[in-house]
Nanobody, 113 residues
Framework: QLVESGGGLVQPGGSLRLSCAAS????????MGWYRQAPGKQRELVAT???????NVADSVKGRFTISRDNAKNTVYLQMNSLKPEDTAVYYC?????????WGQGTQVTVSS
């Protein structure tokens, strides 16, 4: 239901943009979000965006990451700038309808020189 793309290897200070395409039936009623899980750590919230475009961004990435959604394309994006080694994780797309959580398969982001 959720298909992520855009992960990869990037040097510190670099940028990546993650994309997550969803089915229209899910996307149109959901708060969309990005979470990440680093090795040995719990999954954590990165950012969310409501149907009306209200965003919530974790303090650890505030000012560096931006979440946005294109309602015409049923796609949510995570623009990641000034990446740090500690941003290395598997990033998961999430859609929350208010009742059901949907998850993508995850995409690896590695920040290393």
């Amino acid at each position: 239901q959720l298909v992520e793309s855009g992960g990869g290897l990037v040097q510190p200070g670099g940028s990546l943009r993650l994309s997550c395409a969803a089915s229209r039936s899910i996307f149109s009623i959901s708060t969309m979000g990005w979470y990440r899980q680093a090795p040995g750590k719990q999954r954590e919230l990165v950012a969310t965006i409501t149907k009306n475009g209200i965003t919530n961004v974790a303090d650890s990435v505030k000012g560096r990451f931006t979440i946005s959604r294109d309602n015409a394309k049923n796609t949510v994006y995570l623009q990641m700038n000034s990446l740090k080694p500690e941003d290395t994780a598997v990033y998961y797309c999430n859609a929350f309808t208010g009742v059901v959580n949907y998850w993508g398969q995850g995409t690896q982001v590695t920040v290393s020189s």
